[in-house]
């Protein structure tokens, strides 16, 4: 059972990388209550991550399937949430002009849609409570500001215009949220380059997993409703859209 003074916090892709940093993270403090999902039901994998950090819970999701996350929300402790860190996506170098439209549709689903039913299915649980922070990571490569630059850089291509897609769901998120003045935080945050399984795809030099997850929870720690619609990076400075 969680504690009424205890934050709940869900990371929705947590099996590895960033994701699963961010939980170890969590599990640091003890105002926390920390949670993490994986993508299908895996007893040995569940088992692993829950001996790894024993403080925290494990439910499996499915970012491209609805039910699988409309069941991961019934199983939050007392139904309730403060914050919700979609972290799940998909990225590697996919030029737009050399892949098929089914490619950049794979990208959408599990980069924007996915999202986008992670929203509506933990919306309940998130409204249960007062905190209502949802954080999106997101990427540079979605920055359409620094990716029309002639020297732009990173993964590019159908993962730079699916994170750009999922940019502008934070902000209608937002704006359709805080309109009807419930008081949401949401945002999208640029991990940086961090050294992943992803990450690794750019090159060697990525800073390790550990250190994102601290700026990062450092700043959503700092987030507040008049921040919200923003795009920021790991370190807390805002990024153009
Ligand atoms: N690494 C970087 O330098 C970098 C830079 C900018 C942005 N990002 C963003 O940061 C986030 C984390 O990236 P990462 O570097 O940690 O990537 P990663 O090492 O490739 O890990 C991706 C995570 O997403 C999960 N995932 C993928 N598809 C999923 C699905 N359909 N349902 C549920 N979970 C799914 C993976 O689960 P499985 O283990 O089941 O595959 C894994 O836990 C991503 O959104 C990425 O776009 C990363």
Request: with cysteine; hydrophobic share 40%.
């Amino acid at each position: 059972m969680s504690s009424p003074d205890q934050q709940i916090v869900l990371v929705i892709g947590a099996s590895r990388g960033l994701g699963l940093a961010l939980v170890e993270k969590l599990t640091k403090s003890p105002t926390t209550r920390a949670l993490g999902t994986v993508r299908t039901q895996s007893p040995t994998l569940q088992l692993e991550l829950e001996a790894q950090l024993p403080s925290a819970t494990f439910l499996t999701a499915d970012i491209t399937n609805e039910a699988s996350l409309l069941s991961a929300a019934q199983q939050l402790p007392g139904g309730e949430l403060d914050v919700l860190i979609v972290n799940a996506g998909m990225g590697a170098r996919d030029p737009v002009t050399q892949s098929s439209t089914d490619t950049l549709a794979a990208y959408l689903d599990t980069n924007v849609l996915g999202p986008h039913r992670a929203i509506r299915a933990f919306l309940p649980a998130l409204r249960a409570r007062k905190t209502r922070k949802i954080i999106l990571i997101s990427s540079s490569s979605g920055c359409l500001t620094q990716q029309a630059m002639p020297d732009s850089i990173g993964l590019a291509g159908c993962y730079g215009t699916s994170k750009a897609a999922l940019n502008m769901l934070a902000v209608q998120t937002s704006n359709e949220l805080n309109r009807a003045g419930e008081g949401f935080t949401v945002v999208s945050i640029h991990p940086g380059w961090v050294a992943t399984d992803m990450g690794n795809k750019v090159g060697d030099g990525g800073m390790p997993p550990a250190e994102s997850a601290s700026k990062i929870l450092e700043l959503v720690g700092r987030l507040e409703t008049s921040d919200s619609a923003s795009f920021y990076k790991f370190d807390g400075e805002k990024m153009p859209w």
